[in-house]
């Protein structure tokens, strides 16, 4: 199943990004998330559910360029 929902990154924390979504539904565990820095897109697992409106993730590539916000 593939959410639409727009998240925003909170935390990074060298391959750990948590990021919050505004409203529901969270993306489920192991779902990929994408993100374009600088014109590159990373891709990132989810690994765990911190609250009902933050997830964990694992970046599968490099994290660097990333930043809160």
Do not use: W, Y
Not at 56 to 63: D, H
Request: glycine share 10%.
């Amino acid at each position: 199943m593939t959410h639409l929902n727009t998240g925003k990154i909170v935390q990074v924390s060298g391959p750990v990004v948590d990021v919050a979504f505004g409203t529901p539904p969270l993306p489920h565990i192991r779902e990929a998330l994408t993100v374009t820095v600088g014109g590159s897109q990373h891709v990132m697992e989810v690994s765990q559910h911190l609250n009902d409106h933050t997830v964990r993730c694992v970046m599968l590539a490099a994290s660097e360029g990333l930043a809160r916000g």
